[in-house]
């Protein structure tokens, strides 16, 4: 009984002493109870599972070349390159993108059809991407753990990151992210698209079609997103306040091309459960 709170209070105080670091994005002090290893493996496991429900990732090499280029143009400049992100298309009707742990970035073939520019592209990407750098779903899980829903740090479990990661990749899917993470990945993910030669009037035109359609569907799997208009207005000032011009890249032939053109040659996904 002795070995076991020896045990569970060096696991405790390697966790709260592992767990201090330095926000790469905002500077500020974060609190995190897992590292970036630790959510390299649980995004590893996690892809599988969405690649398994979601479908296999769209048949079409070009359009995977393509979306994973423009992802890696972010990447490169983003505030953590060494993450090592990979950017997927999956052949999905719903409008969807999002990130999973350790940088595995995924847009279906919903979303793409919407869009018409490379520029919007990018505002996507970089949104998701600029998630992954600042580090928000290791918030989402320390917060998690902290008000002691789905894991008990007491649980004993704790030292022990392989069981961990198995329960957090059940429980990624209930998160969701708070308004003030998804406006720093809109700011920030503004930042790297500019960063990477891109206008960011991109992401507000991304923001308008989104606000255009019907009935707005959630654009991430585990996220509440401000409402689209809400993100204009602060999109637009953000790029008022950084003096931000409209020179960069539109790319509407490239989107063209290597979009458009492409998902017209695909046959629609098929008809199962998932497709909503
Ligand atoms: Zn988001």
Redesign the pocket.
Known sequence: MKTFWLLLIASVFGLICSGCSVNPVTGEDQFLLVSPEDEKKMGEEYSKQVEKELGESVNDVQIQNYINSIGQKIARISHSPEIGFSYKTIDHNSVNAFALPGGYIYITTGLLKELNAESQLAGILA??TA?VTARHIAELITRDYLIGIGFSVAGSQAASSAIRIADIVRQLEGMS?SRR??RQ?DTVGMDYMVKAGYTPYGMVETMEILQKQDEYRP??FF?T?PSPENRVGYLREHIFNNRYGNTGTVGKEEYATNITERLKLLKPPPKDKHNR
């Open positions: 949104h998701e998630h992210f993470q998804e990945a654009i991430e996220s997103h």
